[in-house]
T-cell receptor
């Protein structure tokens, strides 16, 4: 079984709709992240959480919100989707015990299309 | 200027070629320098990392870091079709981590 799972894997929606992307992990890691990946721009951090009570904005948080329901679950919401949020979204986890390396373990991604 | 610059390619080479992938960065606080490999329709996975300056070799892969020039490289010797993927450089220092745009590599048989 995959250590980091994301649902759904693909989603097509319309402008203005509310969308939630979910992430679960069985690695026992305390840190979780949401990234979006766009061609030519690479991975950009949306939000990150270092534990259940800790939520931080990344470099591109506008238009997104998150919820850390448990150590193993971290969801990303688009309150009112717009076409430029069309992208590949990745959830990742890391273990704070790895110090500065901060190796991240990624889920398989969610391909979101906003029409 | 982006904190991490990486040519997105694409890069196409024949099987057996030596591949050189590079990134530049601007933040002097970065201490860990990583290369992630991402296959199509998959999430990135850590390939190898280097702490501070110097070289590190792992089989056909060699990572180099030159902190004085803020330049990192990944070399792939005897490239194989199975090496076809997107390679992302990444750097971290403290709780800050940045990824490059990724270079798409195709190794043709």
């Amino acid at each position: 079984d995959a250590d980091v799972t994301q649902t759904p894997r693909n989603r097509i929606t319309k402008t203005g709709k509310r969308i939630m992307l979910e992430c679960s992990q069985t690695k026992g890691h305390d840190r979780m992240y949401w990234y979006r990946q766009d061609p030519g721009l690479g991975l950009r951090l949306i939000y990150y959480s270092f534990d259940v009570k800790d939520i931080n904005k990344g470099e591109i948080s506008d238009g997104y919100s998150v919820s850390r329901q448990a150590q193993a679950k971290f969801s990303l919401s688009l309150e009112s989707a717009i076409p430029n949020q069309t992208a590949l979204y990745f959830c990742a986890t890391s273990d704070s015990g790895t110090s500065g390396l901060n190796e991240q373990f990624f889920g398989p991604g969610t391909r979101l299309t906003v029409l | 200027q982006k904190e991490v610059e990486q040519d997105p390619g694409p890069l196409s080479v024949p099987e057996g070629a030596i591949v050189s992938l590079n990134c530049t960065y601007s933040n002097s606080a970065f201490q860990y320098f990583m290369w992630y490999r991402q296959y199509s329709r998959k999430g990135p996975e850590l390939l190898m990392y280097t702490y501070s300056s110097g070289n590190k070799e792992d089989g056909r892969f060699t990572a180099q870091v030159d902190k004085s020039s803020k330049y990192i490289s990944l070399f792939i010797r005897d490239s194989q079709p199975s090496d076809s993927a997107t390679y992302l450089c990444a750097m971290s220092g403290g709780n800050d981590m940045r990824f490059g745009a990724g270079t798409r590599l195709t190794v043709k048989p």
